[in-house]
């Protein structure tokens, strides 16, 4: 796989983000938030108009994004994001990265990047960088 | 009443439960269809779970983390920021131990948030053998209403 620093990752696109499954990512794992399950709770809170994406979920978005790219979901190595603003169910998202440096380490090529999840007309919901295993 | 500032600080270095926490089948394959993503190849997980086998293994329900931080679920708390290291990869069927701590508590005000606390922890996944698989460095916000 030929990469090279500042090459773009291909984006990866969610149309439409769905709040049955938030439901089922709550039942999932037993969260108890009202503001993922019910649009009246996060207007109150202020949050939104609508149901608010849990942060994984918008988190796996991004490393699908690098697996589709790399041919291997299990290529992460390392992840750091931080939330920046809420995805709402109905929104359309798309996920993006750049290479930002290129280490041939002893055991694999590794890829740093920058990435980052855009709600589409909207604000940056989540930025961050990955360290990503490349074929060589 | 808010809870205090230096309430909040005691609350650093108390270790979790932890404990056993198994990536069952039914529920990955449930996890990658709301991640909308096909299952890993080759009885692998998806890599969201360096986030998902440890919180879930921690020892403590979100509600139950929730009253440890004397939050509460109505009043929205959520992800602020989430780092993890995978080692080696998490496999499908596998029972894995958890451990982990509240690491650092930050009270912040900000204009459109208010009052809220940041809440830092960390957490690790260990094979059978107690080798290191992933760890998850995690920091939750919790609004703080009167």
Partial sequence: MNVNVGDAIPDWEVKDVSAEKMKIFSALIRDPNPIHIDAAAAQALGLGQREINQGPISMGYLINMLGDWTGDVNCVRRLKIRFMAN??????????????????GQDELLADCEVWLD????VRAMSGTATVAIPR | MVIGEQEMQKLVGTAFPGGEYTVEPWEHKLMCDVMLT??????????IYAYQATRAGMGLSIDEFFALVHADPDDGGMFGE?????????KVGE????????????RKEGRKAGLFDMVDFELELRGAEGDLVAVSWNSWVFPRKN
């Fill in chain 2, 38 to 47: 096909p299952e890993p190849p080759g009885g692998l997980a998806h890599p």
């Fill in chain 2, 95 to 106: 029972t894995y131990v958890v451990s982990g701590r509240i690491t650092g508590t930050r």
């Fill in chain 2, 82 to 90: 989430h780092q993890s290291e995978l080692h080696t990869p998490i």
């Fill in chain 1, 119 to 122: 709600v589409r007309g909207g």
């Fill in chain 1, 87 to 104: 995805v709402e169910a109905g929104d359309d998202v798309v996920a993006s990265g750049t290479i930002m440096g290129i280490n041939d």
